[in-house]
């Protein structure tokens, strides 16, 4: 358990699912669509998930009420990824998120502060690094109040047909044709920092769709390929409408397989 002055950072318990249930149903961020709870019953087995990850996993608590907030998570990494089993896992990628009725109070950046003290006397932490997107300002602001530094802005992006010289067209969100999504034989990746350009295989990923009384149905591809159930509900949006692409499992150069984060927001035109 960490403390602070208005905070408690402690392991979940089964019995949080409610307050769960609160900040996961409507998630603020896109990269948190994929986590969405639609009902109560969701939310009791999310947080049974939750209960198992008692490390780096911590429920951010109000000290007043005992009211669980939101939630604090770091995921332990070698520093030299492709050398894992001879290093120690001392690198750590945090993420945070919070109910949005306490934003604007200062509650993440003490969470973070005290969960960034514990990574790094508790855990043994040599770095800690984290990923926001472009447009989330608030988040790019705390991180520089932890006493981050910018290191480099990372595009990730699929990639569903080649140009004419046969290199993929990268695609990072917005609008796409039914044409161009029902006629991609699969779907690359790749991670772009302006100067490298890393390609990834695809092993899997999902698509988020929202049905009609606005829960996300999520479905799997078939390897690198949309699914015959991904296709029919491509089929049956119309213009501009959307679905999301997340959970991209990839193979980098490196041979390690990783989860690229974020979901990316496509529009039918």
């Known amino acids: 358990m960490i403390e602070t002055e208005r905070l408690i950072l402690r392991p979940f318990t089964e019995s949080d699912y409610e307050d769960v249930f609160e900040y996961l149903n409507e998630p603020l961020v896109h990269c948190f669509a994929c986590m969405k709870l639609n009902t109560l019953e969701e939310a ?122 046969g290199n993929p067209e990268h695609f990072r969100g917005g609008n796409l044709s039914k044409q161009v999504l029902m006629g991609s034989e699969g779907i690359g990746a790749a991670i772009d920092d302006g100067l490298l350009n890393i390609e990834f295989s695809v092993v899997r990923f999902e698509t988020v769709f929202y049905d009609a009384m606005g829960n996300a149905v999520p479905y799997r591809s078939e390897g690198p390929k949309f699914s015959d159930r991904q296709k029919n509900q491509i089929r049956a949006l119309s213009r501009n409408k959307r679905f999301y692409i997340t959970n991209i499992q990839a193979v980098g150069p490196d041979g390690v397989e990783r989860t690229l984060s974020g979901a990316m927001e496509v529009i039918i035109k």
């Open 44 to 165: 009791k087995a999310e947080t049974v998930k939750k209960t198992k990850k008692s490390d780096y996993l911590f429920a951010i608590v109000l000290k007043g009420n005992g009211r669980v907030i939101g939630e604090i998570e770091a995921h332990p990494e070698s520093s030299q990824p492709d050398k894992a089993e001879n290093y120690a896992l001392d690198t750590f990628s945090p993420c945070w998120m919070l109910n949005k009725n306490y934003h604007g109070k200062g509650y993440a950046y003490e969470a973070a502060k005290a969960f960034f003290d514990y990574l790094f006397n508790e855990k043994d932490a040599r770095r800690i690094y984290a990923y926001t997107e472009d447009y989330n300002i608030p988040s790019q602001k705390l991180c520089e109040k932890l006493g981050m530094r910018r290191e480099g802005l990372f595009k990730e992006f699929v990639s569903f047909v080649n140009d004419a010289d």
